[in-house]
T-cell receptor, first 112, second 115 residues
């Protein structure tokens, strides 16, 4: 079993839709949770960084963490074609030397 | 701020040759840099963690004699793929961490193709 599971997609939505991206993880010791956006042939870009269970909002993006069910989500409101990218979830242990464990990434396409 | 660059952005080489990839933190000092490998449609896999002035720590299954990492300064780390083979073809991405923060900043990646 992978430590972080993520549906690879592809996920195709119309412009303006609400997008829901999800990951599950197996290690309850993971304490930090991140979402990265990666455009084709580019490095990942940090979108959201959360520590505790609950919601964190930044513009059109909302990250949600449920530690009890080991489930993390990223919601994108009013999706735009420029949001088309691969979205990677990542987790980290407390004091784990900053080693990140990534999901496989979900490929998102927002169509006009 | 917090920009990380990589050079080259892509490289094609013949089997058996060595390739060096540079990772630079442009506007901050990075005490720790990380090297990842990403195969098509797969996630980033950590290869090694590099601390300035000390030997790199390699992940299980990564050959340290094949993937040489040098972190000679607070702004530069290099990854050398020695005696490259076609199976080493991949997207190599570095990241850098500012010592006082937890966040990693990623470079744009280097696409290596070994013929």
């Amino acid at each position: 079993q992978k430590e972080v599971e993520q549906d690879p997609g592809p996920l195709s939505v119309p412009e303006g839709a609400i997008v829901s991206l999800n990951c599950t993880y197996s290690n309850s010791a993971f304490q930090y949770f991140m979402w990265y956006r990666q455009y084709s042939r580019k490095g990942p870009e940090l979108l959201m960084y959360t520590y505790s269970s609950g919601n964190k909002e930044d513009g059109r993006f909302t990250a949600q963490v449920d530690k009890s069910s080991k489930y993390i989500s990223l919601f994108i409101r009013d999706s735009q074609p420029s949001d088309s990218a691969t979205y990677l979830c990542a987790t980290r242990l407390t004091g784990g030397g900053n080693k990140l464990t990534f999901g496989t990434g979900t490929q998102l396409k927002v169509e006009l | 701020g917090a920009v990380v660059s990589q050079h080259p952005s892509w490289v094609i080489c013949k089997s058996g040759t060595s390739v060096k990839i540079e990772c630079r933190s442009l506007d901050f000092q990075a005490t720790t840099m990380f090297w990842y490998r990403q195969f098509p449609k797969q996630s980033l896999m950590l290869m090694a963690t590099s601390n300035e002035g000390s030997k790199a720590t390699y992940e299980q299954g990564v050959e340290k004699d094949k993937f040489l990492i040098n972190h000679a300064s607070l702004t530069l780390s290099t990854l050398t793929v020695t005696s490259a083979h076609p199976e080493d073809s991949s997207f190599y991405i570095c990241s850098a961490r500012i010592s006082s923060y937890n966040e990693q900043f990623f470079g744009p990646g280097t696409r290596l193709t070994v013929l």
